[in-house]
Nanobody
Framework: VQLQASGGGLVQPGGSLRLSCVVSGSIVSVSVMGWYRQAPGKQRELVADKLRGGGIYYTDSVKGRFTISRDNTKNSVDLQMNNLKPEDTAVYYC??????????WGQGTLVTVSS
């Protein structure tokens, strides 16, 4: 099973980026797909995730700015990030969890918000 993430980069404060992640390989079903991030010197934190059935979670600091979307037929998940702030700078990782609790990680994509 592989998760291929893309879409990171350098953006000015107030700008937007869209992250995408696709799951490939021998996986039948994915229960939860989401995005985590890890800033320098900090622990990895959950940014947003979406259940197969539709339930969504956002960490407080991104509510109203980030939107997670998911395509169950493609086992893909996107994260639209608007009004980015310097504190959003981090390596972003996509994650997929199967119905039996196996978690898989993408390779990480760097998002840098700086003027």
């Amino acid at each position: 099973v592989q998760l291929q993430a893309s879409g990171g980069g350098l953006v000015q404060p107030g700008g937007s980026l869209r992250l995408s992640c696709v799951v490939s390989g021998s996986i039948v079903s994915v229960s939860v797909m989401g995005w985590y991030r890890q800033a320098p010197g900090k622990q990895r934190e959950l940014v947003a995730d979406k259940l197969r059935g539709g339930g969504i979670y956002y960490t407080d600091s991104v509510k109203g700015r980030f939107t997670i979307s998911r395509d169950n037929t493609k086992n893909s998940v996107d994260l639209q990030m608007n009004n980015l702030k310097p504190e959003d700078t981090a390596v972003y990782y996509c994650s997929a969890v199967t119905p039996i609790g196996n978690r898989y990680w993408g390779q990480g994509t760097l998002v840098t918000v700086s003027s």
